[in-house]
C-alpha cells in the first residue's frame, strides 16, 4: 500500500480543475461515473453528438482491459503496470489479479490529481497495490522512483497496460523516448497491451471528433495502424494481432459488434524470448500458456460485467514466457535473456538485462 505523487499536490499545480474539460473525466462520464464536471459533460456531450460510437467504444475499452490482464495472466505474468489508470472502475485490475489473496503487484500510474486522489482512496488497497501520480512521458523518472522500483521482483515479467492513453500524447521525442525506455526496461516474458483510436473506420468523421475534444482544450491524436504497431517496437504482437478492440478476444464482450464500434485497435505485444543463433534471432517456445478458468466479477453498478458465465482465456498464438511463479528458477532468466548476441564474425555480445536478484515474492 504505497501512494506517490511525482508532480506535486493538487494545491501545486494552479488552475481550477472544476472549469477545464479533462480526458480521464471525460471518459469516466462516457461510461457512467459521476466524477465528471461540468465542464466535462459538456465536452463529452458536444464529442457524442459526433460520434455516438463513443460510448460504446469507452465500454469495449473497458471490456478489453479485464480480458488483458487474464490473458497475461493465463501466460504467466505476474505483474502489473497501468500506465494512464484513469478513474477506478467497476473491476480494476488489482480487482482481476486478486491481489489480496494473491499478491501479484499492481502499480496504477497516472498523471491527472483527481484521479491520483481517487486512485489512492479505491485502488490502493493493500501491501502489493501502489499508486504513483507521475507523467509517463517523463519515464526514467517513473521506473527509477522508489515506489515503483520496490514494487516489482526484479527481472520477472510485467504486463504494461497503455489504454486509451497514447491517443492523449501527441507524436514527437518525449513519447519515442518514453516507449524506448519503457520497452527496454520490461523484462523478457513481459506483455505490453495497447488500445488506440484510430480514423481507421471513421475517416469521414474523425476530423469532426478530433475538432470538437480541441473546441473543450482537448487534443486527441487518432493513429494509423502502422503507427500503433510502431509504438511496440520490436516486441512480438500475438495472435490476432492489431485488431478492433471489441473483436480482439473471441470472449470479449463486444466480439459480435462492427469494428466501428470500438473506433480503436487493440494489440498485446511480448517481450520474446530469443536465443541468439548464427546472428539471426530464433523463437524459442518455453511454454505454452494454460487455459484461464475465471468467473467474471460481477457488479451491479456497471452493466459491463454482468455477464456470469466462466471465461476461457485460451490465446492461440505463440508465447515465450513460461509460468512465472515464485518456483521459477532463476537459471531461467539466463536461458531466455535475449540481450546477448553471436555476432555474424563470430563476437559474442554478453546479456545486459539485469539478472533477477530474487524471484521470490511473486504470486502463484
Ligand atoms: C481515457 S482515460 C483511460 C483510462 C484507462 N486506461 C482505461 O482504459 O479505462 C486516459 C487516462 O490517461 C491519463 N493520462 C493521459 N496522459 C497521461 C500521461 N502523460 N501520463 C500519465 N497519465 C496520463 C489521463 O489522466 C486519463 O486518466
Given at each position: 500500500m504505497t501512494s506517490v505523487s511525482l508532480l506535486g499536490q493538487r494545491a501545486d499545480l494552479g488552475g481550477d480543475f472544476s472549469t477545464i474539460a479533462n480526458s480521464a473525466?471525460?471518459?469516466?462520464?462516457?461510461?457512467?461515473?459521476?466524477?465528471?464536471?461540468?465542464?466535462?459533460?459538456t465536452a463529452a456531450d458536444a464529442v457524442y453528438e459526433t460520434a455516438e460510437w463513443l460510448r460504446t467504444a469507452a465500454l469495449i475499452n473497458r471490456d478489453f482491459g479485464v480480458l488483458s490482464v487474464k490473458w497475461s495472466l493465463a501466460h504467466g505474468v505476474r505483474q502489473f503496470l497501468d500506465l494512464g489508470c484513469g478513474y477506478p472502475g467497476a473491476v480494476n485490475v488489482h480487482e482481476v489479479t486478486d491481489t489480496d489473496r494473491t499478491g501479484c503487484p499492481v502499480v496504477y500510474v497516472d498523471n491527472d490529481p483527481e484521479v491520483y486522489?481517487?486512485?489512492?482512496?479505491?485502488?490502493?488497497?493493500?501491501?502489493?497495490?501502489?499508486?504513483?501520480?507521475?507523467?509517463?512521458?517523463?519515464?526514467?523518472?517513473?521506473?527509477?522512483?522508489?515506489?515503483?522500483?520496490?514494487?516489482?521482483?526484479?527481472?520477472?515479467?510485467?504486463?504494461?497496460?497503455?489504454?486509451?492513453?497514447?491517443?492523449?500524447?501527441?507524436?514527437?521525442?518525449?513519447?519515442?523516448?518514453?516507449?524506448?525506455?519503457?520497452?527496454?526496461?520490461?523484462p523478457v516474458g513481459s506483455t505490453l497491451s495497447i488500445t488506440h483510436l484510430t480514423d481507421h473506420w471513421h475517416h469521414a468523421t474523425m476530423p469532426d471528433v478530433t475538432a470538437a475534444f480541441a473546441g473543450h482544450g482537448l487534443h486527441v491524436h487518432p493513429r494509423s495502424s502502422d503507427e500503433i504497431s510502431d509504438l511496440f517496437g520490436d516486441l512480438v504482437q500475438q495472435d490476432p494481432g492489431l485488431t478492433a478492440t471489441g473483436r480482439w478476444h473471441e470472449h470479449g464482450r463486444y466480439v459480435h459488434h462492427p469494428p466501428e464500434h470500438s473506433a480503436a485497435f487493440a494489440g498485446i505485444a511480448v517481450i520474446q524470448t530469443i536465443v541468439p543463433h548464427h546472428g539471426v534471432r530464433d523463437r524459442t517456445v518455453l511454454g505454452q500458456p494454460q487455459p484461464l478458468h475465471c468467473e467474471r466479477h460481477t457488479t451491479p453498478q456497471n452493466d459491463m460485467d454482468r455477464r456470469t458465465e466462466p471465461v476461457h482465456v485460451a490465446p492461440k498464438g505463440p508465447f515465450m514466457a513460461a509460468s512465472w511463479t515464485s518456483k521459477t528458477p532463476a537459471r531461467l532468466m539466463d536461458i531466455v535473456d535475449d540481450t546477448g548476441e553471436l555476432l555474424p564474425d563470430g563476437r559474442v555480445v554478453a546479456p545486459h538485462r539485469p539478472a533477477p536478484a530474487s524471484l521470490t515474492g511473486a504470486a502463484a
Open positions: 473525466r471525460v471518459y469516466q462520464h462516457l461510461l457512467g461515473g459521476s466524477a465528471a464536471y461540468a465542464a466535462d459533460r486522489a481517487h486512485a489512492r482512496c479505491e485502488l490502493d488497497e493493500g501491501p502489493a497495490t501502489t499508486v504513483v501520480h507521475a507523467d509517463f512521458l517523463a519515464m526514467d523518472q517513473l521506473l527509477a522512483c522508489e515506489a515503483v522500483r520496490t514494487a516489482f521482483v526484479p527481472g520477472a515479467p510485467v504486463a504494461v497496460l497503455l489504454h486509451d492513453v497514447l491517443p492523449w500524447c501527441a507524436d514527437g521525442p518525449a513519447l519515442d523516448q518514453a516507449m524506448a525506455m519503457l520497452r527496454a526496461w520490461m
